[in-house]
């Protein structure tokens, strides 16, 4: 699908910020680039009954880069997730509507309504929240 793309969750360091770049494979963390691809991601969520966790990202972010190893992690730990980064940089306007006001913002939506959110590139506090989201989850 045009604009979903897969991070394989591996950074390539080097030393002008504009050209640091995400290797691409496949893994659970879909990258979402437009408007077309967040639509049809969020509905499949919804469809699937899975919680989406989106994570509203820039490349040249280093919070956004230092947290993307965990998030991937995360990805791995809970398969039945569905894990978006959202590009804010490519989907400015999108982003704004969602109120992003700093880089790494999580959002955490069942069926099309936010049930959580999470700001920051805490190493500790993501893996708690994700946890407490899959909790909720479970008393769907």
Known sequence: MMGTKFFKCRYVDVKDHLARSVELGGRNVHHITNIQSWEAKLT???RDGKILVANFSAPWSGSC???APIYCDLADKYPSFMFLTVDVDALAEFSTSWDINATPT???LKDGRQVDKFVGADKVELPKKMAAVANLASRF
């Open 44 to 46: 499949e969520a919804t």
């Open 65 to 67: 880069r230092s947290i």
């Open 106 to 108: 999580f959002f955490f």
